[in-house]
């Protein structure tokens, strides 16, 4: 089978969307599938936009999105469209919707995405302020992509119920398939078990891994952590990604590490060795449409603290590789719950195990493709 695997910018460079569209694509062709890439496209925008968005901005504090735009979304397509006409491809597949919005082509047509506009919009902040046109033409677009495609693959049940109740689009076309964690992994469960027995018994050991301090939940992570040690329990937190507020005082047990890359050796070697030594990934967002670090704190057996909102529930699954909470939950809450857990060693390290499963069986990219695959082929 051969894919035109199509995004906007260039999937071969893991820099691109947290990595997923370049592991994503590597899995395609390390399950034996022809990848053919079809990126690095150009961007084309309605004469007068930067002046339109400039006005909005300053008249009325909205903002015009240059993603969500159908004259750039027409655009990508015949970019594709045309690149398609010199090659030889089965299926079209694409993480992102505006390569394909209103693509042409006798190819079938397959979206393997986290999420859709309506679901964004008031969400994330990014888009809490898009103009009245900004929202018309994103969800136009929407529309105009899941009319074109054959099958429409979702990372999470929150994505696919959006494409169900919001837009219409007929159960039979959706499918929820989720990511798998954008880390390669050698490592075996006798490895796990190792690491799992080598975690202190004497400091709980928190890991928060985000670039966004208030949406990824730093500030929850941060008063749990204070809330533990005040209580007599020892505790060391890893900040990775962000700093807190510069008016935030930082007590000794809280480590800011700063952006950590994973294009390094050096940067692999230490995020790997915090996945290691950590007892919970602690990442309680206020806004996720999926969260792929979840599946790779579970790809080294470490127990995610989230909370349920957008398509995390897809990933964590209560008490099997972690635990969620609700949006208005106390740090308290979550105290306890840790408390209670790391009392009884014996259930954290059943809990460690049980996160390794789920990324062992459900939350990586192989088995994400071998599902992905026997969907192709239904509609080939």
Not at 250 to 262: A, D, M, T
């Amino acid at each position: 089978m051969k894919i035109a695997y199509a995004t906007t910018f260039d999937a071969r460079d893991v820099n691109n969307w947290s990595g997923t569209p370049f592991y994503m694509s590597q899995a395609f062709a390390d399950e034996g599938l022809s990848v053919d890439y079809i990126g690095s496209l150009k961007r084309k925008l309605p004469r007068g936009f930067k002046l339109k968005q400039f006005w909005k901005k300053i008249s009325c504090g909205q903002r015009e999105s240059p993603r969500f735009n159908t004259v750039a979304a027409e655009y990508y397509s015949q970019q594709v469209a045309a690149q398609l006409q010199q090659r030889s491809a089965d299926i079209v597949v694409s993480p992102l919707l505006n390569p394909i919005t209103y693509l042409e082509c006798k190819q079938p047509i397959v979206l393997w995405t986290d999420a859709l506009y309506a679901t964004l919009v008031g969400f994330y902040s990014n888009s809490s302020t898009h103009s009245a046109n900004s929202i018309r033409q994103g969800n136009l677009i929407v529309k105009e992509c899941l009319s074109r495609c054959k099958l429409a693959l979702f990372s999470s049940d929150w994505a696919a119920r959006s494409a169900l109740e919001l837009y219409g689009v007929s159960k039979d076309k959706i499918k929820v398939v989720p990511f798998g964690a954008n880390m390669h992994c050698t490592h075996t469960l006798e490895d796990v078990r190792s690491w799992i027995k080598n975690r202190s018994r004497d400091v709980i050991k928190f890991l928060f891994l985000g670039k966004h301090w208030h949406r990824k939940g730093g500030d929850i992570v941060f008063a749990a952590a204070k809330a533990l040690h005040a209580a007599g329990h020892r505790v060391e937190v890893n900040f990775v990604g962000c700093h807190p507020p510069d008016d935030i005082e930082i007590p000794s047990y809280i480590h800011c590490l700063g952006f950590i890359s994973k294009r390094t050796p050096e940067g692999i070697a230490k995020i790997t060795e915090l996945l290691r030594e950590s007892h919970f990934l602690f990442v309680p967002s206020r806004a996720e449409a999926f969260g792929i670090v979840f599946c790779e704190a579970n790809a080294f057996g470490l127990p995610c603290l989230t909370s349920y909102v957008g398509g995390i529930s897809t990933i964590v699954k209560d008490n099997i590789n972690g635990m969620t909470f609700a949006l208005d939950a106390t740090p308290e809450t979550y105290c306890n719950y840790i408390v209670n857990l790391m009392q009884d060693y014996s259930r954290y390290e059943a809990l460690a195990l049980s996160s390794f499963n789920e990324y062992a069986t459900r939350l990586n990219w192989r088995v994400a493709i071998q599902t992905a695959k026997k969907l192709f082929s239904e509609i080939l």
